[in-house]
């Protein structure tokens, strides 16, 4: 399951998040059913988790900016020209996330070194977890890859999330959107990066014709 947040219901579950007027991210019993419209959907009291057919599984991640706790500053997706690029909207305190964290970490350990990169981008002030609680959390856990905490509520509306995680995995050379959503949730990841990485190459070299290995997948 996921960790809902919706715009209108700013008591149920996460403090109010605003861009100059009153924007709540909050939560709501389900996100929307596969195919539906998430506005439509979004008072919704039972609905199923989003498939690949859901509108934020082919969200367009907008070009964006953000300084992150290591005080680099990201162009997205310039700053990750040549990699594969995994966006997370979530938060420490969101216990969805820590499920999926596993996997994540296994991702990262098993593909980053092939092309793979993972940007968090932490809600955590949502429910006035402080930037040292967070570093703590990462510490703790062993989270090595760049989190942007600083103005990652308006980048979470920016990159609809009305849930928690949102996960998109981008082509950082072409800025297009490849997965999202469940297609990325749990073993997936592992399974999607395996069969996506091995397509691509430098500019000019030949197309090669190994098989993908799935490693870093958990059973």
Not at 47 to 66: E, N, Y
Request: glycine share 6%; hydrophobic share 40%; aromatic share 8%.
């Amino acid at each position: 399951m996921i960790a809902p947040m919706n715009r209108r219901w700013g008591t149920c579950c996460v403090s109010a998040l605003c861009i100059g007027g009153a924007w709540a991210l909050a939560a709501r019993p389900n996100p929307p059913a596969p195919g539906s419209d998430p506005k439509s959907a979004a008072s919704a009291t039972s609905a199923a988790a989003p498939s690949s057919a859901s509108a934020p599984a082919r969200f367009q991640v907008p070009h964006f900016g953000g300084l992150t706790l290591d005080g680099e500053w990201i162009e997205f997706p310039d700053s990750f020209r040549d990699r594969l690029v995994l966006v997370v909207v979530w938060a420490s305190w969101c216990p969805h996330c820590r499920k999926e964290l596993p996997y994540w970490k296994q991702a990262y350990d098993a593909y980053h070194d092939r092309g793979f990169e993972l940007l968090g981008i932490s809600v955590d002030a949502s429910r006035r977890r402080t930037e040292e609680q967070l570093r703590e959390f990462l510490a703790t856990n062993d989270i090595r890859w760049p989190q942007i905490y600083q103005d990652a509520q308006n980048l979470s509306l920016m990159l609809a999330a009305d849930y928690l995680p949102m996960i998109y995995l981008v082509d950082g050379r072409t800025g297009r959107t490849i997965a999202a959503e469940n297609e990325l949730r749990l073993t997936r990841l592992s399974r999607v990066l395996a069969r996506e990485l091995p397509r691509r190459r430098p500019a000019g070299a030949p197309a090669t014709t190994s098989k993908a290995v799935h490693g870093g997948e958990i059973p």
